[in-house]
């Protein structure tokens, strides 16, 4: 019997996906990076989620997700030293979150915008202007990829978020990219955010039957799309 | 003395009735605050609880609510609703009894609060629910009694302690309230009386005789380790067809499942056989509780589903498989056979390997001595008590003060300060966070002194999620193409499942093919062995009071009342090490198979010897004797590694255990679990409804997510202190690890030896083996995705 090879042992921090003729880094932490322009993308933030339950008289979660998920962001942007950011979209929980979140959060969310070429895309749970720093768009184009919060049919070389898609192996359950050779979803990347099974119908009619499922957690594992 | 309205003692002489001495006591005791009535099976003590009732409302009583009837069991209210009926009806009683459970309509529910019967029957659930609408205080008015059934086994969850909050409730309501407990098996009647109230006298009925109770022969020798008994399958057949109708109890769903399908392989008498359990659908049970009431069926295969609830008139012999863990439940099932007072129940203990022989003598020791076990339960758990805090919000504004004051009389919260009642009410208004974030949007706000929602719509919400049964998450198992559904597993075991792997429920093989919409679809696969057959298993430990007796029986000098096979067996034991006893500790530690192995005779219990395995294994890490696994059964703890332990006494020094279980359950699952039934009980999150988790949106995230932020910026959170308060408690069961090292004290003794001894041998068969690991778990993860890669082709 042959000893299983250990290439496995250092953990593999991102995964290298060759997608539309560039190499595009997807992190363990659930971001992207985009090496040869310097870009981390980012979707599903859901910042200020446990103010808008409580806002809506439904019960109050501990108030540290904001916080959470900075710190992560944080560190993404260090590591990678990204030059331009994209958020795309449901970066808040709702347009009041956007208002109400503290003021420590958003001088933070500010440190992390200075000198950064700064887009936020909209999504469905932040579909109006957001009075922060930065370009508010629809959607974003910068060669060769088109940057959108909800994937469209018929579209090739698209990066999306919105479906939270998560995966299970070995036992567990994690949020992970899911990629075809026309398109890229992301995972959620808010500390408070659930998920959508890859094999749910909503993800299985839009990925096509080759698609890879990259997970996220301690490090990023790729395998075949679970459906 | 109270009396019963003639026209009802006419229709019991016409029928030839004649109250039990302790019937009539409860009629002499009407005027009492609070009774405890100790009555066996059989002994017509519903009927006992209710005669108050019956002479108090006379033949035309005014409307109005008089009588709250609590049961466990929703099963329990519609039987007592035709049992009561039947006298009621015959003496032309003009008393209305009705049942109210969350199988009744919307409309029949809201007619009871505008219209309430004279005897309402309920269980605490729906109980909870009628006490957080405004209109309680009128619909509870004339409310003169309350009598709880089964109470001793609803005293046991958190089902009693949120129940004896809302009959402090009540009593606020009421003052004149009149309560009235009924239990057939207390091993502590006089702690159960102070759990119903501070001013329960005790009714202890006549116990009627001894059971007829023994071992059951059998050709071959149970085997050395494993459970599920199947190797007396001959000899329970054999006493089935003695029998008009047996009950054979097991102590998970999967061994009764796989002991029922054995038990059709060898059913060579077709004789009609049944099985129940709480995964099997709803209809299914339904079906077998039907043919079993028509007198049917000779046998059913059951768990502890059936160990409460209806009267099985023609049950004669109960057979328990497996060693039954705690004598209380052993009563109970006992009491299954044969319902009439004055008649022997007669059982069958059936030991499922070589060492329950021995805990199943020790058990019927205990049932001939009557002596029963229970652990002491502790205060009254604090996340019952915020979910009360926020029912009482429902109902209407309140003063904190007298909330506190009216909680403290409701027995388990007795012991609870002011400042552990105001960090509950705090949670419940603010969340309780060190990050004072929500004072906008607070749930609970106080105006003019009173406590009141904030948000008067969030009622409804809070309503949804009242109760403290925590439903793990199921999903319905459906063949495909068939629309009738075989049962429910757990989300979790769903979740280990391939397409391919096969599994048993309903007592057939089924072979697992795709997951849909929340539902595991299967296709039969008759005729091969199930790869998988575990699912739902409540692991039981045996109570303290077992195992005590069980190192007891080890310390005799002979043992006659053993089989030979298992006296022989201690013999051995005896000649080449020696037999664990009471006042120490006994250590073995041997080579075997080129890996030393260290042997902790601790008798704490399953739970509680896998907490010490995962606690010594830590330490001797540290230590450098490299342990590579363990396993754990309810005596004994076998660990295994490179290096021999030579020096145990620092192993076992309390303070060290205790740092290394600080550290341990940070990550831990089982505080997860735990976490989880917390913050839903205390209403932190709100439970998933069926019909939303279908509509296919992103769920809810998991309250894995919710603890790791808690540990991170709020260690010290109520919710936390909860937790970790339950875990140590249930299924860490560290008091039983500290119970054993107080027991032995410094008398631990380490015994080398040249090889595996008989006490030692039927630990290597145990399955549920645990492995030590490093970074292991990460790196199964990187292997299992590279050869999913492989396999498709993608490297």
Known sequence: MQHPRRRGTQAPMHHALFFHGETLHLRATGALFWPARQVVVVSDLHLGKSERLARRGGTLLPPYETQATLEKFDRDLETTGA???????????????????????????????????????????????????????????????????????????????????????????????????ARLMMPAY??????????????????????????????ALAIPMPR | MTSLPPALSDWFAAKGWTLHLHQLDMLARAADPATLLVAPTGGGKTLAGFLPTLAELGPNPPPGLHTLYISPLKALTADIRRNLGTPIEGAALKIRVEDRTGDTSYTQRRRQRADPPHILLTTPES???????????????????????????LAESKRGDQLVLQLARLQSLTPGLRRIGLSATVENPPALAR?????????????????????????APPPWSG??????????????????????????????ELFFHDLWLANTEDLPIGIHHGSLSREQRARVEQAMSAGALRAVVCTGSLDLGLDWGDVDLVIQVGAPKNVKRLVQRIGRANHRYNAPSKALLVPANRFEVVECQAALDAVRDHTLDGEPRGPGPRDVLCQHILATACAGPFDADQLYAEVITAGPYGVLTKPEFDACLDFVATGGYALKAYDRWQRLKQTGGKWHLRDPRAAALIRQNLGTIIDIETLKVRLRGHGAPLGEVEESFAASLTPGDTFLIGGQIVRY????????????????????????????????????????????????????????????????????DPHSLLLESFPHDGREHLVVYGFAGRNAQQTLGLLLTKQMESQGLAPLGFVAT??????????????????????????????????????????????????????????????????????????DTLRRYDPDHLLLQITREEALRGLIDFSRIEALIHRVGANI?????????????????????IPVQGEGRDRLASSEARNLMEAAGLT
Not at chain 1, 200 to 219: E, H, K, N, Q, S
Not at chain 2, 135 to 148: E, H, N, S
Not at chain 2, 750 to 768: K, N, S
């Open chain 1, 190 to 219: 808010g500390t408070y955010t659930g998920g959508l099974w890859s094999n749910d119908p909503a993800l299985t009619t839009i990925m096509a039957r080759d698609a890879l499922a990259i997970l996220t957690g301690t490090r």
């Open chain 2, 513 to 580: 093919e795709a997951l849909r919409e929340m539902t595991v679809e299967v296709s039969r696969n008759p005729g091969r062995d199930p790869k998988v057959a575990v699912f739902s298993g409540t692991k039981f430990a045996t109570s303290t009071l077992l195992a005590d007796r069980i190192l007891a029986i080890l310390q005799q000098e002979s043992w006659p009342d053993l089989p030979a096979h298992t006296a022989g067996w201690l013999d051995l034991q005896r000649q080449v090490s020696r037999l664990p």
């Open chain 2, 195 to 219: 759990f119903l109230s501070p001013q329960t006298t005790i009714l202890q009925a006549d116990p009627g005789p001894d059971p007829d109770i023994s071992m059951l022969d059998t050709d």
């Open chain 2, 749 to 769: 003794n380490l015994v080398r030896l040249p090889r595996v001894t008989p006490l030692a041998a039927p630990l290597f068969f145990e399955p549920g083996r």
């Open chain 2, 127 to 153: 109980l909870a629910l009628l006490l957080s609408y405004e209109d309680a205080p009128r619909v509870f008015a004339g409310l003169q009694r309350v009598i709880i059934d089964e109470i001793h086994a």
């Open chain 2, 634 to 707: 309810d005596y004994a703890t076998l660990i295994w590694g490179l290096d021999p332990v030579t020096n145990a006494a620092p192993l076992f020094d309390l303070t060290t255990l205790k740092d290394g279980l600080e550290t341990w359950l940070s990550g831990n699952a089982v505080m997860k679990r735990t976490f989880r039934s917390t913050a839903l009980i205390s209403g932190l999150i709100e439970r998933s409804h069926q019909g939303r988790r279908k509509s296919g949106r992103q769920a809810t995230f998991s309250s894995d997510i919710l603890y």
């Open chain 1, 83 to 181: 030059a331009t950011v994209i958020c795309l979209g449901d970066s808040f929980d709702d347009l009041a979150a956007a208002g109400s979140i503290d003021d420590a959060s958003r001088l933070w969310l500010t440190r992390l915008m200075a000198g950064r070429d700064w887009t936020w895309i909209t999504g469905n749970h932040d579909p109006g202007p957001i009075d922060i720093g930065g370009s508010h768009r629809a959607e974003l184009t910068v060669r060769p990829f088109t940057f959108r919060h909800i994937a469209e049919p018929g579209q090739s070389a698209e990066i999306s978020g919105h479906f939270h898609p998560k995966a299970r192996l070995a036992g567990q359950s994690r949020p992970c990219f899911l990629a075809d050779a």
């Open chain 2, 227 to 256: 459970g599920g008994g199947r190797y007396a399958i001959p000899a329970i057949l054999n006493e089935v067809a003695r029998h008009k109708t047996t009950l054979i109890f097991h102590n998970t769903r999967a061994q009764a």
